[in-house]
């Protein structure tokens, strides 16, 4: 069945150890619980300072910049964004999404439901 | 390799016969030409009075509305949706976006790679 629902509605998981990850929530808005038969929409939320982290997996993201600027931290190099942006990280590319402004960062990051 | 861009600077299609659909441009963000495996990320921009095709399909949307107001039209029931919200529409359900108000409507849906 349909499903229309507010993403501060879902309960978030928090990454906020300091060293792995900072200032992060994770709402899984459209998974496997809903019925979701092939990819996982998630909303996250990075605070001024904070990141996801800096890791590596053998499936892809397909990000789309909601609110707020930020980088995608590569091995190599550095990518700036802001709302409005898509971002592509395909599989195994060694990255992070890195908050280092004044103002929250938001993004929406669909993985395949292999991926978690 | 890893792709930050801008969702304006991706030609669109537009899809304006006024009877299938009105007032819809769709923009592939993210799809099989940027290599992605799984998955492709859309953009659409939905003008005033606008709406696209009442349709089925046997693959699922999962959506994330940017920008405006609308309501998702179903078989029997109308539901309403806004900028923040997460719309999930499972395979073989006919459905259709229609913004009934006087400003844009945005959203990103994604589909997997088999359904276009």
Chains 1, 2 share one sequence.
Not at 91 to 100: I, L, T
Request: glycine fraction near 10%.
């Amino acid at each position: 069945m349909a499903i229309v629902g507010k993403h501060e509605d879902v309960t978030p998981e928090v990454y906020d150890d300091g060293k792995i990850a900072k200032g992060v929530e994770k709402r899984v808005l459209i998974g496997p619980d809903n019925g979701a038969p092939n990819f996982i929409m998630r909303h996250f939320t990075v605070k001024p300072g904070g990141f996801s982290p800096f890791h590596t997996h053998d499936w892809e993201h397909e990000v789309y910049i909601l609110k707020g600027k930020g980088f995608l931290r590569l091995e190599n190099e550095q990518k700036p964004f802001e709302a409005g942006d898509y971002v592509f990280v395909p599989p195994n590319e060694k990255h992070q999404f890195v908050n280092d402004t004044d103002d929250v960062l938001e993004f929406i990051c669909v993985i395949p439901k292999y991926g978690n």
